[in-house]
């Protein structure tokens, strides 16, 4: 790094002080739109602050992967979008630009609400067909309608579902723990799908998730993978800053050990949403948020470096 240029310096607004988006590999980009929460409002404000957590990270060269996605990473900044539009108008700017950026870059979108994913999945589908989906969050987001309302941030998964946007086989929800009825929150299995709860997974974590990343990695094998990561997967005690916290949740580690162990599926993307930093306390949810996307990024720059 060139001499002063700390974090707290504030010398860039791109993720890891990344280059602008040109011919690099892989892309990153903004949606900073919070217009379908059903609880705290602020997510449109991550995209920013998970850049601003990311300086943190300096050269970037991640102590499990060895690689640095600087170099291959471009930033294209925030997305344009018309937040005071009805939501059909927000998804169909979403996808077209992310369409645009999907032709030609591998992907991370940072949010945003949850609502997002759906045209990011429509995006992927059109390019890949149905791909496989491997979802953390707290809450299903299977409900078929939005408090009365025909869609939200917590229907986009049915809609996808419903859209023939994912494999329904090849559909994994980690972290599940929100109350809700029987068939939102067993939905994914009942259509062939898989649902690790985040009281599957309590005390495990390292080499004791052994077994339940290999079972996704058999699932899903080597079809197109997309990641979608809300950060309430976590409990608040690790993520505060979010629209819709729920306690009981996944640890950072185990997070992580899943990201680093499930590399080498065939990932074709990946966003993360739901960072809402008017909540958070000490930076620890836009931290988190940042360290995740950055350790996707090397994980896939690894295997790019390899080819």
């Not at 917590?154 to 859209?163: H, L, S």
Request: include cysteine; charge should be negative.
């Amino acid at each position: 790094m060139s001499s002063a240029h700390f974090a707290y310096a504030n010398n860039s607004n791109r993720f890891l002080a990344a280059e602008s988006l040109q011919a690099h590999r892989f892309a990153i980009a903004g949606i900073p739109f919070d217009g379908a929460v059903t609880n705290r409002p602020g997510a449109r404000f991550g995209p920013q602050e998970i850049r601003r957590a990311s300086l943190m990270l300096c050269d970037g060269i991640h102590p499990y992967f060895n690689v640095s996605p600087l170099g291959y990473l471009g930033d294209a900044g925030d997305m344009r979008l018309p937040n005071a539009s009805p939501l059909p108008e927000v998804r169909s700017a979403i996808q077209s630009q992310a369409a645009a950026l999907m032709a030609r870059h591998h992907c991370v979108f940072i949010g945003g609400d949850h609502s997002v994913t759906l045209p990011l999945l429509r995006a992927a589908s059109a390019q890949h067909g149905p791909v496989a989906l491997i979802h953390f969050d707290a809450h299903c987001d299977t409900w078929s309608d939005h408090f009365g309302e025909p869609s939200g941030h917590g229907t986009w998964t049915y809609e996808a579902i419903q859209e023939g946007l994912v494999d329904r086989a090849k559909t994994v929800q980690i972290g599940i723990r929100s109350s809700g009825e029987r068939a939102a929150r067993e939905y994914v299995k009942d259509q062939g799908g898989a649902i690790y709860t985040a009281r599957d997974l309590r005390g495990k974590d390292g080499a004791h998730l052994g077994d339940v990343i290999t079972e996704i990695r058999k699932r899903i094998g080597q079809q197109p993978c997309y990641l979608t990561l809300d950060i309430d997967c976590l409990d608040p005690a690790f993520a505060p800053g979010t629209g819709t916290p729920e306690p009981g949740g996944m640890t950072s580690s185990q997070v992580l050990t899943l990201l680093e162990e499930l590399a080498p599926l065939n990932f074709i993307g990946m966003d993360c949403v739901e960072v809402a930093p008017a909540y958070d306390h000490a930076e620890l949810t836009s931290n988190a948020a940042a360290q995740f996307v950055w350790t996707y990024l090397c994980s896939q720059v690894a295997k790019t470096a390899q080819e």
